[in-house]
């Protein structure tokens, strides 16, 4: 499998409920980043967890991540029908050289909320 | 103030043609990237400059190369375009040389292929 897969494809919701979309590596890593996508727009980036963190919460986002277990989970609580689209988790290599090491991006996960 | 931008956004052309794509930012970031997203939605890195040097070329055809003038450009310039080649581009930018640090993304670019 690809390094950072996220796990659903696809999700659909009602509004109101919580969505939690995990991801999965395969390498270390020093840190995970979850973007969103939204139909036929650019990605937006939504939050950075290091690999020595284990929670995180941004507004509604809480991300966790597992170095064990080379894991993270993105929960989005209480959402809204602007919340529907793609989520990506991303990698950043341990031990890479420099920013310039590109990220590694899973296939996502589509995220529908139904108003 | 649009902080990575990309022209054009919708791009359709024959099969054999070259075509090129601008990237610019305004962030004063030091690296910039282009991503390859495919049908299936897959984001796959191209390229990264950092301080004008190539740093990363994944194994893609050589037909594409990118081009910086400057620290806030990074051009895309495709050769012989392919069917293949079809897919969403994204351009990136960062700042930072450490570990890879969140990156702005443009809106894409559309490239269509006939």
């Known amino acids: 499998s690809q390094q950072g897969e996220e796990d659903p494809q696809a999700l659909s919701i009602q509004e109101g409920e919580n969505a939690t979309m995990n991801c999965s590596y395969k390498?270390?890593?020093?840190?995970l980043q979850w973007y969103r996508q939204n139909s036929g727009r650019g990605l937006v980036h939504l939050i950075l967890i290091r690999s020595n963190e284990r929670e995180k919460h941004s507004g509604r986002l809480r991300v966790t991540l597992d170095t064990s277990k080379k894991s993270s989970s993105l929960l989005i609580t209480a959402s809204r029908a602007a919340d529907t689209a793609s989520y990506f988790c991303a990698t950043a290599p341990l031990g890479s050289g420099g920013g310039a090491d590109g990220l590694t991006f899973g296939k996502g996960t589509h995220l529908i909320i139904q108003p | 103030d649009t902080a990575v931008s990309q022209t054009p956004k919708y791009l359709v052309t024959q099969m054999g043609n070259d075509k090129s794509i601008k990237c610019e930012q305004n962030l004063g970031h030091d690296t910039m990237y282009w991503y390859k997203q495919d049908s299936k939605k897959f984001l796959k890195i191209m390229f990264s400059?950092?301080?004008?040097?190539?740093?990363i070329n994944e194994t893609v055809p050589n037909r594409f190369s990118p081009k910086s003038p400057d620290k806030a450009h990074l051009n895309l310039h495709i050769n012989s375009l392919e069917l293949g080649d079809s897919a969403v581009y994204f351009c990136?930018?960062?700042?930072?040389?450490?570990?890879?640090?969140?990156?702005?993304f443009g809106p894409g670019t559309r490239l269509t292929v006939l």
């Open positions: 400059y950092n301080n004008k040097e190539l740093i």
């Open positions: 390498t270390s890593i020093n840190n």
């Open positions: 990136a930018s960062s700042q930072g040389f450490g570990p890879a640090k969140m990156a702005c």
